[in-house]
């Protein structure tokens, strides 16, 4: 069974950024598209980023030029480099393996002043 582990979530002031990691076990991660979601108080959980098993990249539109994902599957890592944090980009941030429909337990990003 496949285990997700984000980690880099916590407090940041607006325009400030944040690196998130996902730390996958099994040895499907290679094969797997890779995506990270959130979820903010009160909202539907929404995609952030998604990179496929050959690297082509995919944003929402609200992350789309300040978020960066990227993956390396020698350490079955997957990152999302967030940049000009905003207030609305508060949310549990979550790991997803397409493959397995597996998801992490989520990392909370709090962006405020």
């Known amino acids: 069974q496949v285990q997700l582990v984000e980690s880099g979530g916590g407090l940041v002031y607006p325009g400030g950024s944040l690196r998130l990691s996902c730390a996958a076990s099994g040895s499907s991660f290679s094969t797997s598209a890779m995506g990270w979601y959130r979820q903010a108080p009160g909202k539907e959980r929404e995609l952030v980023a998604r990179?496929?098993?050959?690297?082509?990249?995919a944003y929402g539109a609200s992350v789309k030029g300040r978020f960066t994902i990227s993956r390396d599957n020698r350490k079955n890592m997957v990152y999302l480099e967030m940049n000009s944090l905003k207030p609305e980009d508060t949310a549990v941030y979550y790991c997803y393996q397409e493959a397995l429909d597996a998801w992490g337990q989520g990392t909370l990003v709090t962006v405020s002043s």
């Open positions: 990179i496929s098993r050959r690297d082509a990249t």
